[in-house]
């Protein structure tokens, strides 16, 4: 059933390749996003790939009365809620605004979706909520809480305990929590991907900086971690299997808190990424071998067999066609949404 969807944060990286799986599936999304980590020609670039207008409004989810005029605009089904802060290391240095940004924002669309009736929320988890891994590959049960070592990882953890207590106050909520793992990749267009505004935080929009030639050598977080190789293992997904993720959600109904991992169940390590990278880039990715990163832990990956097993969803791209993809946005886009259009 075609459905009306709120998107806060829809300018963002994991919002925009969502429209576009949205709008396939034959859903009308609305985008809420005040731009802060965005810009409204992604939107547009959106709207080439489909092929039609998608309403945009900039404003901050905590403008309440902004946001009232958009629920009395639309009759909403649904909220996606991609709307957040997410740069680890500036939520040490800003604790408070992440915070009042990502707490803030949760609280005032649950006041509202409360308000206009709208019972269907999915939210934008983190695997940073298992903190120190109790077990591998994690699971939606494994212990989640300890060994958070960010404010913005805490945001992630008490909004999902938010999240619970509303659906229990009021069962009518059908809330999904989404776990994401490592979201890397682009669409296949080249003409939308991940776009940091400064330099990335992130390894694999780093080592595509490195192969444009942008910057010099990766950094390799630590070479002597209990992994295949001493580097960082993580479970990366690539953008439009997590952006499907989202239209499964959305057509599983059932009252209550559901919550699922969105990962691949593999783990890739921070030299395999680097040989992959280079191989669909066909450029050499210079590295050097540095300290750990404080706060990095040494391996997480998750399965996703619940997500399979209850709405029908898993990954179908390899990282191979992440950096491939990824590759084709960097190369094409090296000025990211300030450049002109490339493809
Ligand atoms: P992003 O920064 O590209 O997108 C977030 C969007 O939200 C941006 O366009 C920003 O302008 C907007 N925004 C932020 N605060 C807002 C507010 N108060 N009101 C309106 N708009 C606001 O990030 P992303 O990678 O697309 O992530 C989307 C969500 O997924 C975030 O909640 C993030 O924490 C979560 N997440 C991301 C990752 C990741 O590695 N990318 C991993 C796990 C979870
Ligand atoms: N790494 C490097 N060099 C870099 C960047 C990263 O070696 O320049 C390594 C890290 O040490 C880690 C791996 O690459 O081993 C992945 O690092 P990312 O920063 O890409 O990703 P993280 O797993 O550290 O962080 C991500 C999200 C966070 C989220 C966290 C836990 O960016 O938002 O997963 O879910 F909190």
Not at 178 to 193: C, D, K, M, Q, W
Not at 246 to 258: E, K, M, Q
Request: glycine share 8%; net charge negative.
């Amino acid at each position: 059933m075609k459905k009306n969807i709120l998107v806060t944060g829809g300018a963002g990286y994991i919002g925009t390749h969502t429209l576009i799986e949205l709008i396939s599936a034959g859903h009308s999304p609305v985008v809420v996003d005040n731009l802060s980590n965005s810009s409204e020609e992604a939107i547009r670039r959106v709207e080439k790939i489909v092929g039609a207008e998608i309403p945009f409004h900039k404003v901050t989810v905590q403008d309440i009365p902004a946001m009232r005029a958009i629920f009395e605009q639309y009759s909403f089904n649904a909220i996606i809620h991609f709307a957040g802060l997410k740069a680890v290391g500036e939520s040490v240095a800003k604790p408070l605004e992440y915070y009042k940004n990502n707490l803030d924002s949760t609280l005032v669309l649950l006041d509202l979706a409360k308000e206009f009736g709208v019972k269907k929320l999915i939210f934008s988890s983190s695997a940073t909520v298992y903190g120190t891994p109790e077990e591998l590959p994690l699971k939606e049960t494994s212990r989640v809480g300890v060994g958070i070592t960010n404010p913005y990882g805490r945001t992630k953890y008490m909004l999902e305990e938010v999240l619970k207590d509303v659906a229990v106050s009021d069962p009518s909520f059908e809330i999904t929590l989404l776990r994401y793992f490592n979201p890397v990749g682009a669409h296949e267009s080249g003409t939308i991907g991940e776009d940091p505004s400064d330099i990335p935080n992130n390894l694999l929009p780093y080592v595509a900086q490195v192969a444009v030639g942008k910057l010099n050598h990766v950094n390799v977080f630590g070479n002597d971690y209990e992994t295949i190789d001493g580097t960082g293992v993580r479970d990366y997904i690539h953008v439009v299997d997590l952006a499907r993720g989202h239209v499964a959600a959305l057509n599983y109904s059932t009252p209550g808190v559901h919550t699922y991992n969105l990962a691949t169940g593999n783990g890739t390590s921070v030299l395999q990424l680097i040989a992959a990278f280079s191989k669909a880039s066909g450029r050499e990715i210079p590295y050097q071998i540095a300290e750990r990163r404080p706060g990095d832990i040494a391996a997480c990956y998750a399965s996703a067999a619940q997500a399979e097993h209850e709405i029908g969803w898993k990954a179908e791209l390899s990282i191979e066609n992440a950096c491939a993809d990824a590759w084709k946005w960097q190369s094409l886009n090296p000025d990211g949404y300030a450049g002109p259009i490339n493809a």
